[in-house]
């Protein structure tokens, strides 16, 4: 009689690898959205991280600072808030991250080493002009930059009486901005915040007036 021979076939084998990788797939599905999840978490806490860090500024220096307006990453004064704002802007800001001593991206981001690499990730910043670079008095009031937020169905989140007067967002996972965020108005600038969707996945923070007053006055910086 033969011996019968040891060992898998190869269909069994590929019966096996079939199962193998069903099985896999079953388990990185999860774990991508796991992952996904976690950056929008680190994300939202470093918008946060943000907006504690523009009060304490404003606690220091009696104002907000202006967006970093250095594209060499060589440069010294790259990460650094301009001196001054530009009276008629022409793009989006960025946040002056070595000014405020934040993370320089979200968690989705791609640092920059040279001056033609782009800004994948940089947390995207506008302040309204009459609160940055002179100091702040109960008297000031909104600039042409006029800011306006938006929900996801285009309903305004914010009165005109009390805009906002910085807002500071990210591009999310497909890392460009989406809905409002996408286009730029140098005056009656608007923009978006609302729950995570197919078409938009920027997360979005601001500064209100009454926020920052609040924190000015109990500290003695206004009456």
């Not at 907000?64 to 022409?90: E, I, K, R």
């Not at 040279?114 to 009459?130: E, I, K, Q, S």
Request: a negative charge; aromatic letters at 8%.
């Amino acid at each position: 009689m033969k011996m019968r021979e040891l060992g898998f076939s190869l269909i069994e084998l590929a019966v096996v690898l079939c199962i193998v990788g069903i099985l896999a797939g079953g388990l990185l599905l999860p774990l991508g959205a796991q992952v996904e999840q976690k950056r929008m978490h680190d994300t939202q806490r470093g918008l946060e991280e943000i907006r504690d860090a523009l009060l304490g500024y404003a606690l220091i220096n009696g104002n907000l600072p202006c967006p970093t307006s250095v594209s060499d990453p060589a440069d010294a004064n790259y990460g650094l808030a301009a001196s001054q704002c530009s009276n008629a802007p022409s793009a989006e800001g960025y946040l002056p991250w070595k000014t405020l001593g934040i993370s320089e991206t979200d968690a989705c981001g791609i640092k920059r080493h040279a001056t033609g690499d782009a800004w994948l990730g940089y947390w995207r910043y506008r302040v309204d002009r009459n609160f940055a670079g002179a100091a702040i008095a109960l008297g000031t009031s909104f600039s042409a930059d006029a800011l306006t937020l938006r929900d996801n169905a285009g309903t305004t989140l914010t009165a005109t009486t009390e805009r906002p007067i910085a807002i500071i967002y990210s591009t999310g996972k497909n890392l460009s901005p989406d809905g409002h965020n996408a286009s730029f108005e140098a005056s009656g600038g608007t923009y978006q915040s609302d729950a995570s969707s197919p078409s938009f996945d920027d997360q979005t923070i601001w500064l209100s007036r009454p926020q920052l007053y609040s924190r000015l006055v109990a500290a003695g910086r206004l009456p």
